[in-house]
């Protein structure tokens, strides 16, 4: 069955500091993976996305994420936060017409 | 270019009345997928139209119908509503068989 799980409920990090969020899939197929950034009240915005090629990508606003398949993990990354990124970070994944699953989200909290 | 937009943004309703919800896709856009994101939780796929007919359905009841026009725009209809079916509904668009869906801000739903 396929299925998202971020451990992370929640993560506290200063600002300035390096951040890496935690995702992982189970997928029978090849799977597309995505993150998602929600900020209160709003709908979902991408950040970046992956499909095949190379394993590390790049997205909006300075985040990157390494695809792993070995460990079945999709891991968003960002080396130095800013206030602004205070939100809630959801990944997903999904095939060509097919629906999404997105795991239950990591809320970030980005303290001065 | 207009990205995803949704009516309206917030909804009270009581248990037993039925809601319609509105979606129009980014333009290029004729896919459309409804999710429903309960507090605290991640978004669940509800349904997927192309073509004016439903192509994939989630592990939701028949009170969950919808509706694609001509133009690609949607509507979702809830019947004989519960208070568990308060959410945010999210609209989310995409090209046929392109893997990358744009969402919507989304309704907030609120029954009592």
């Known amino acids: 069955a396929q299925s998202v799980t971020q451990p992370d409920i929640h993560i506290t990090v200063s600002e300035g500091a390096s951040l890496e969020l935690r995702c992982n899939y189970s997928y029978g197929a090849t799977p597309y993976l995505f993150w998602y950034v929600q900020s209160p009240g709003q709908g979902l915005q991408l950040l970046l996305k992956y499909f095949s090629g190379d394993t590390l990508v790049q997205g909006i606003k300075g985040f990157e994420a390494e695809f792993k398949r070995s460990q079945s993990s999709f891991n968003l990354r960002k080396p130095s936060v800013h206030w602004s990124d205070a939100a809630e970070y959801f990944c997903?994944?999904?095939?060509?017409?097919?629906?999404?699953?997105f795991g239950t989200g990591t809320s970030l909290t980005v303290i001065p | 270019d207009a990205g995803v937009t949704q009516s309206p943004t917030h909804l009270i309703k009581t248990r037993g009345q039925q809601v319609t919800l509105r979606c129009s896709p980014k333009s290029g856009h004729d896919t459309v997928s409804w999710y429903q994101q309960a507090l605290g939780q991640g978004p669940q796929f509800i349904f997927q139209?192309?073509?004016?007919?439903?192509?994939q359905r989630g592990n939701f009841p028949d009170r969950f119908s919808g509706h694609q026009f001509p133009n690609y725009s949607s509507e979702l209809n809830v019947n004989a509503l519960l208070l568990g079916d308060s959410a945010l509904y999210l609209c989310?668009?995409?090209?046929?068989?392109?893997?990358?869906?744009?969402f919507g801000p989304g309704t907030r739903l609120l029954v009592l």
């Open positions: 997903a994944v999904g095939a060509t017409g097919n629906q999404f699953y």
């Open positions: 139209y192309y073509e004016e007919e439903e192509r």
């Open positions: 989310a668009s995409s090209r046929w068989k392109q893997e990358t869906q744009y």
